[in-house]
């Protein structure tokens, strides 16, 4: 640790106001030690970081950090603010700000030590010292481990302490004690304590994972349970004995990426919640997981779900854990969608569109006929679509109850397609399965049961139960619901046509990608999602994709015509979104809007806005719910359809020149000192979100 901070990397009296110019700060005095070599590139990395989770802790603690390219070698950098700077953690605004830059091959040993300060952060004595030191020296030293404390506190980067608690080997040694436990050495047989095994990862797997496991084991020690952690982290993982896990109570989840061979948990009870959540309330994901034991909850099977795809973390809103159901199916039905549509799409393209009259191709297919080959892939395409609510339902009902929520889920989504309530149906059977679905879970039930409930009882009760709901209770309103939405959208004409292509233009470009987007795109493919979709559905279909390709192609052209206001790796990333632009993928303009959200967030809207607008005003139709320009021919006025494009294309590309030229050339065009506030970010989207 001894040359990953020195004086120089210390700054008592961090002036910063936000979190971007404090990371800015501490980065020029890596720069100036020649740690990093590309001020711009590394602040773009950490702002990628940041934007995937926020990275204050309570307690005052803010650590921004990324692995780069831009890092020569593994550095640490501290300030100490006053004012307090706001790194989003839920109880205000930090004032210890640690700047963790690794390099993008650091090696294992390193990391481990950067993990080991990650874990000391959880100790209050360490951060009360570093809150009282004096001078820059002596902060440096404290942190190093090389003034120790009245209890031995400020040991926190000593690579060779023997403290289990300070290194990322920290599995083997609670292992070892749980072993003992199991054996009889820290309680007796009849009077052990309760045991719980954890896993912790985050995206970087530098700070956080190690933080959680930190916090996790001392509310263990607070509360009497006995809690090894397994750390999932940048330098790899040793993993927990399986006599460990199988003497386990129960078992904690804390992350934000997938868990590496997460079906060596099965059967036990189980919190899954994101690692912040460890970090913050580890007393309750204990408390919580001991109340799933009392109940008898158990997961027949686990798999690696990564966020979107859980129900959110315990303590998470009831607005955050729809959003993630919702999108949880979401997620899920787009490959029908993309598929099935295409399919369809290319089905008219070669047998016309009357070949939605066509006779099976089981009973009539001649290999040397187009028309033939056109009804098959049409006839295919129909299937795929069938899917679409019933995969809609059966995943929203998933992603709050797991795999025992695909059974009454999936019913209950294909009952919606039976009753006609269609789109809004499949929504309500989705969320009703996943309800019922937790409410059996939380009855308590003999332990002789237990091992025919997720295949058994919880799948006959709850299909039942959401199979009445759809077919006698709710199923014929939500399809009368349907079908007046429907009527009103057929019936749209001029201004009011025209208005609703504006506003589905500005949802598509408000998040690119996000839960938003995604809501305007499902309520488009679910209007084509037919066999003969009207002309409206059709028209709605063609100004939702049109809004969606402007954020990235004007990005593209913003970067090509005004380059002095963007950096290298903004200039880079315009050149992919040329390409993602033309493909209909939205995600290609988060790099710019996770740098510069309030110039490039609006300026997309607007341009959203005008091409929705003008496409429906051209009366341009889709029937195909993918592919970007290379669906052109698809397309009804298609002409007309590429303007409108063009133009919104156009105006995002000169609002964002005019914004960005009110504030002058990027840093890195001109190699001095820019605005902190807008640093670049290379992130990549992993789901589209």
């Known amino acids: 640790m001894s040359d990953m901070i020195t004086a120089e990397l210390v700054d008592l009296d961090l002036s910063a106001d936000t979190k971007e110019a404090a990371a800015r700060a501490l980065a020029e005095r890596m720069v100036a030690l020649g740690r990093v070599t590309d001020l711009d590139g590394f602040l773009a990395d950490v702002a990628a ?45 930090a004032d210890l700000v640690f700047l963790i830059a690794a390099p993008a091959g650091a090696d294992d040993a390193h990391l481990t030590i950067l993990s080991s300060l990650a874990r000391q952060l959880m100790n209050a004595e360490f951060t009360d010292a570093l809150r009282s030191v004096g001078d820059a020296g002596a902060a440096a030293a404290l942190i190093r481990g090389e003034e120790a404390g009245s209890s031995g506190s400020s040991e926190p980067a000593s690579s060779g302490s023997s403290d289990s608690e300070g290194s990322e080997d ?268 937790i409410a059996i879970q939380k009855v308590r039930i003999p332990a002789a049961l237990r091992g025919i409930m997720p295949v058994v009882v919880i799948p006959l009760i709850s299909a039942a ?40 233009g500005l949802m598509m470009t408000f998040d690119l990608g996000g839960p938003v987007n995604k809501v305007a795109y499902t309520f488009a493919t679910a209007g084509i999602a037919v066999a003969s979709p009207s002309d409206s559905a059709m028209k709605i279909m063609a100004a939702v994709m049109a809004a969606g390709m402007v954020p990235p192609l004007a990005m593209a052209l913003a970067t090509t015509v005004r380059g002095k206001l963007f950096d290298r790796t903004e200039r880079e990333n315009g050149k992919a979104a040329w390409v993602l632009g033309a493909s209909f993928i939205s995600e290609g303009a988060i790099p710019f809007a996770a740098a510069d959200p309030l110039r490039v967030i609006p300026a997309s809207m607007a341009g959203g806005a005008v091409t929705g607008a003008l496409s429906m005003a051209f009366g341009a139709t889709l029937r195909a719910p993918h592919g970007g320009v290379f669906v052109v021919p698809l397309i009804g006025n298609p002409f007309l359809y590429l303007v409108a494009i063009a133009a919104g294309v156009c105006v995002t590309a000169a609002l964002v020149i005019a914004l960005k030229g009110l504030r002058g050339p990027a840093p890195a065009a001109t190699g001095a000192g820019g605005d902190a506030s807008v640093p670049s970010a290379g992130t990549k989207q992993p789901v589209a979100a």
């Not at 939500?478 to 001029?494: K, P, R, S, V």
Request: with cysteine; aromatic share 8%.
């Open 49 to 93: 970081r940041e934007a995937q989770m926020p990275t204050g802790l309570d307690g005052g603690i803010g650590i921004p950090h990324c692995r780069s390219e831009h890092v020569t070698e593994p550095t640490l950098a501290f300030g100490r603010s006053a004012a307090g700077i706001d790194f989003g953690a839920a109880d205000g605004p």
């Open 170 to 437: 920290s599995v083997a040694a609670p292992a070892a004690a749980s072993a003992g436990a199991a054996t009889g050495t820290t309680a007796s047989a009849g009077d052990r304590p309760f045991r719980v095994v954890a896993v912790t990862s985050c995206p970087t797997g530098i700070a956080h994972t190690y933080m959680a496991a930190e916090s996790l084991e001392n509310a263990g020690r607070d509360a009497g349970v006995e809690v090894v952690v397994e750390t999932q982290g940048s330098a790899g993982f040793t993993r927990l004995d399986p006599a460990v896990i199988a003497a386990a109570d129960g078992v904690i989840f804390a992350h934000d990426v997938p868990v590496r061979e997460k079906d060596r948990f099965a059967g036990k009870p189980t919190v899954d919640t994101g690692v912040k959540a460890a970090i913050n309330r580890p007393a309750d994901l204990i408390a919580e997981v001991r109340d799933k034991a009392e109940r008898g909850e158990v997961t027949a099977a686990v798999s690696g779900d990564t966020p979107v795809e859980r129900a959110g973390g315990s303590g998470d809103g009831y607005g955050t854990k729809l959003r993630t159901w919702l999108m949880s199916g979401v997620s899920y039905m787009v490959p029908f969608v993309a598929a099935g549509g295409l399919l369809i799409a290319l089905g008219f393209a070669i047998g016309g569109y009357e070949i939605n009259e066509a006779p099976s191709v089981m009973d009539h297919f001649v290999w040397t006929q187009a028309d033939s080959w056109g009804a098959l892939l049409f006839q295919i395409g129909g299937v795929a679509f069938g899917f679409l609510v019933p995969v809609l339902a059966g995943y929203i009902a998933y992603g709050m109850a797991d795999r025992p929520g695909l059974v009454p889920g999936f019913v209950g989504g294909a009952i919606s397609l039976t009753v006609n309530a269609g789109f809004l149906g499949g929504l309500a059977a989705g969320l009703i399965a996943g309800g019922v679905v």
């Open 465 to 504: 139960v959401v199979g009445f709901l759809m077919f006698v209770v709710i199923g014929k309103p939500i399809a009368e619901a349907q079908q007046g939405m429907t009527d009103w959208l057929n019936g749209l004409t001029g201004t009011n046509a025209v208005l609703l292509g504006a506003l589905l």
